[in-house]
């Protein structure tokens, strides 16, 4: 089993930044394609970016420039750092990972969310 830890988020006026992380822990042999979503209240979850275990990222158009998405493989965690932040951002975000376990079988996991409140 796979246990994620997301941490950062919060209340921030527009144009302001904050960052996000998540941490992943358990029975993890590597982990691929790395990434966050959010989900907006009434709409559906939408990608945000994805990084490869190489490095290679992804990003939807809205947050293009001004997110970017990181990941440590030493320390399993995938950062979001979100700067010019508008109220459309406002979304309670979610991490999700793909993970190769020692036995060589893959699952994908989701982290709890993390509520990010953008005021104008």
């Known amino acids: 089993q796979v246990q994620l830890v997301e941490s950062g988020g919060g209340l921030v006026q527009a144009g302001g930044s904050l960052g996000l992380s998540c941490s992943a822990s358990?029975?993890?042999?590597?982990?691929?394609?790395m990434g966050w979503y959010r989900q907006a209240p009434g709409k559906q979850r939408e990608l945000v970016a994805t990084?490869?275990?190489?490095?290679?990222?992804n990003y939807a158009d809205s947050v293009k420039g001004r997110f970017t998405i990181s990941r440590d493989n030493a320390k399993n965690t995938v950062y979001l750092q979100m700067s010019n932040l508008k109220p459309e951002d406002t979304a309670v975000y979610y991490c999700?990972?793909?993970?190769?376990?020692?036995?060589?079988?893959?699952?994908?996991?989701w982290g709890k969310g993390t509520q990010v409140t953008v005021s104008s």
């Open positions: 358990g029975s993890i042999f590597s982990i691929n394609t």
């Open positions: 999700n990972l793909e993970v190769a376990n020692w036995i060589g079988r893959v699952d994908t996991y």
């Open positions: 990084v490869a275990r190489g490095g290679r990222t």
